[in-house]
């Protein structure tokens, strides 16, 4: 099959693209904890910065892991990671869950 643009790769996965990014965000950010159990991210090729990402097909099987193992909902490790992104909505949430925990 060769090499697989952020979109096929997202479209092969049955998620978006934003969240393809998000995972490789939280995987990188260097400042964050990650799981122990935590399957790696297979690594992509970009010509430059802003460039297209490409994945090689073979890497899928190792996308599919990550995706079966990251823990969703209460459980989740990204939350607090992705709801920076969510604008005022995502704000709430976590004032929300600082308190619940306090």
Do not use: C
């Amino acid at each position: 099959m060769g090499k697989m643009t952020a979109s096929r790769v997202a479209q092969t996965l049955d998620i978006s693209v934003q969240t393809l990014n998000n995972w490789y965000r939280w995987y990188l950010d260097t400042s964050l904890e990650k799981p122990k159990d935590m399957p790696p991210l297979p690594s992509f090729e970009q010509s430059h910065d802003r460039g297209i990402r490409y994945w090689d097909s073979n890497d899928i099987k190792k996308l599919e892991k990550f995706k079966e193992w990251l823990p969703k909902g209460r459980a989740g490790v990204m939350g607090d990671y992705t709801a920076r992104f969510w604008g005022e909505r995502g704000k709430r949430a976590l004032k929300n869950k600082v308190t619940k925990n306090q």
